[in-house]
């Protein structure tokens, strides 16, 4: 168990609709990524936060939005969902913002689109 | 922006031999460099790291070797077995606070007994 907790575990949706997943970091770390796996695209970086304000932004589409919380919770908001939007979500927490820090994982969201 | 490429997509070895995957990046300003293991199912999880300032780096059974003249990293696994069977992701990054790790698109490595 690496400290950092995902809700909820799956998601079954229709097109056209807004989901929204949330994250909760390891006590103490500042720092919340959130990254998208698809089958054959591997660990794409969508966003950072870094103690509720945005850092870097990756290739998150436009019917994404996140935010981190001051409690340091974060939630991904998709909206407008497509059937490719079907993936695992992974977030990630680090103790700063610095890359070479250890990225602890939670378990995933994974959301399904029909 | 930095760029992984990673090989191979897949890997398959009799347990007991040698496994070794491959990554190439882009940006010569990388200088950290870590390894996740993905069991099925699981999250990923850091097995090793290496940053620039050394060339190899070893622990137990899996080393990483650094050529930063050629911008490539490598994962080597010794002695492989069953339950090293999983999806392995290199990642790249150049470690500032404003940077984040890009990582290759993954290798799956089944070890069979």
């Known amino acids: 168990d690496s400290g950092v907790t995902q809700t909820p575990k799956h998601l079954i949706t229709a097109t056209g609709q807004r989901v929204t997943l949330r994250c909760s970091p390891r006590s103490g770390d500042l720092s919340v990524y959130w990254y998208q796996q698809s089958l054959d695209q591997g660990l794409q970086f969508l966003i950072q936060?870094?103690?509720?304000?945005?850092?870097a932004k990756g290739n998150i589409l436009e019917r994404f939005s996140a935010q981190q919380f001051p409690d340091l919770h974060s939630e991904l908001n998709l909206s407008s969902l497509e059937l490719g939007d079907s993936a695992l979500y992974f977030c990630?927490?680090?103790?700063?913002?610095?890359?070479?820090?250890?990225?602890?994982f939670g378990p995933g969201t994974r959301l399904t689109v029909l | 922006g930095e760029n992984v490429e990673q090989h191979p997509s897949t890997l398959s070895v009799q347990e007991g031999d040698s496994a070794v995957i491959k990554c190439t990046y882009s940006d010569s300003a990388s200088n950290y460099f870590p390894w996740y293991k993905q069991e099925l199912g699981k999250r990923p999880q850091l097995i090793i790291d290496i940053r620039s300032n050394v060339g190899e780096k070893k622990d137990q059974r899996i080393a990483v070797t650094l050529n930063k003249t050629a911008k490539h990293f490598s994962l080597h696994i010794t002695e492989t077995q069953p339950e090293d069977s999983a999806v392995y992701f290199c990642?790249?990054?150049?470690?500032?606070?404003?940077?984040?790790?890009?990582f290759g698109k993954g290798t799956m490595l089944l070890v069979s007994p």
């Open positions: 936060y870094y103690n509720g304000e945005e850092r």
């Open positions: 990630a927490s680090t103790l700063d913002s610095y890359s070479y820090n250890e990225q602890f």
């Open positions: 990642a790249a990054s150049t470690g500032s606070g404003y940077s984040t790790l890009t």
